[in-house]
């Protein structure tokens, strides 16, 4: 019985970059590849990415990588069959795109992405997804490698690289 294999990319600081090649290749045993900010890489042993989530220093996001395309406008989920088991019904969602300089940027590529994203829902003949900024269920993240885009779906909620500190813990003077 053969374990099915998935591909999934990171996304680190610049400056991070090296480490996060180490890290992922010593934590998951594998082999990466470099694409400017990000790391991809293919498991099939999903124990492998929860020992990432737990030890990695050096990471902002790891994503499911859906597909890697030249233009947003090509891209497809042809190749994932069992979509139904993540996707429900009413399920929100919303796109995060990185590795472009710009707001506006960014914007004009989630645009490009958003009818293709349903089309291809569409073609699956799954639920039609909900756009939702604030509080979506599913992010997608595109990652714009300078020679084509990596589209997959974040996996952590929170960006690794931020940190959570109350005002007790930077102030030991509570004076608010």
């Known amino acids: 019985m053969s374990k099915t ?20 290749q010593e934590i998951c045993n594998v082999s990466t590849e470099k694409h400017n900010s990000a790391v991809i890489f293919s498991i099939s042993d999903i124990t492998k990415i929860i020992d990432l989530f737990k030890r990695n220093q050096s990471l902002q996001t790891i994503c499911l990588l859906l597909n890697k395309c030249s233009d947003v406008s090509k891209f ?21 795109v990185t590795g472009v300089k710009g707001q506006e940027k960014r914007t004009e590529i989630a645009k490009q992405f958003y009818p293709k994203l349903h089309e291809e829902f569409a073609n699956l003949g799954l639920q039609e997804l909900l756009l939702d900024h604030k509080t ?5 993240q595109i990652y714009d490698t300078q020679d084509g885009y ?5 996996l952590n909620v929170k960006d690794f690289s931020s940190r959570e500190f109350s005002a007790n813990k930077l102030f030991t003077q509570n004076k608010f």
Not at 150 to 154: D, K, N, S, V
Request: proline share 4%; glycine share 4%; charged share 20%.
């Open 5 to 24: 294999i998935f591909s999934y990319f990171t996304v680190s600081d610049p400056d991070l970059i090296e480490c996060s090649v180490k890290e992922i």
């Open 76 to 96: 497809s989920l042809s190749h994932f069959k069992d979509l139904q088991t993540i996707f429900g019904k009413n399920t929100t969602f919303s796109v995060d």
């Open 150 to 154: 990596f589209i997959g779906l974040q």
């Open 136 to 140: 979506p269920q599913l992010l997608f």
